[in-house]
């Protein structure tokens, strides 16, 4: 049973714009786990893109999207969106979102190896 489902993904022209969104099935994962985006290029490593802590407390970006991704969540909806702006080629890849419990739950860690919980991935491609 899936517990994180990614939407949004798809062909998008450099200097673009695109929203992926993280729909979680459960209330309880929504509310106490930190929830991660990550990415992944073909013949590349599974790299962390942004996180928001437990709650919304906190979040944290990669150097690369920095000014150009915002992290947010609707309550109503118990879901995580990614707002994906100015996208280049380099942006290409498998989109993941993934959920990090105990511990890990009140850091914006960008480190896969702290998340328990992933989805099935999205697909972005930014190409001209």
């Known amino acids: 049973q899936l517990q994180l489902v990614e939407s949004g993904g798809g062909l998008v022209q450099p200097g673009g714009s695109l929203r992926l969104s993280c729909a979680t099935t459960s209330r309880f994962i929504f509310d106490q786990y930190a929830i991660g985006w990550f990415r992944q290029a073909p013949g590349k490593e599974r790299e962390g893109v942004s996180s928001?802590?437990?709650?919304?407390?906190?979040?944290n970006y990669a150097d690369s999207v920095k000014g150009r991704f915002t992290i947010s969540r609707d309550n109503a909806e118990n879901t995580v969106y990614l707002q994906m702006n100015s996208l280049k080629p380099e942006d290409t890849a498998v989109y993941y979102c993934a959920a990090a419990g105990g511990s890990s739950s009140w850091s914006a860690s960008l480190s896969p190896v702290n998340y328990d919980l992933w989805g099935q991935g999205t697909q972005v491609t930014v190409s001209s």
């Open positions: 928001m802590s437990l709650g919304g407390g906190s979040t």
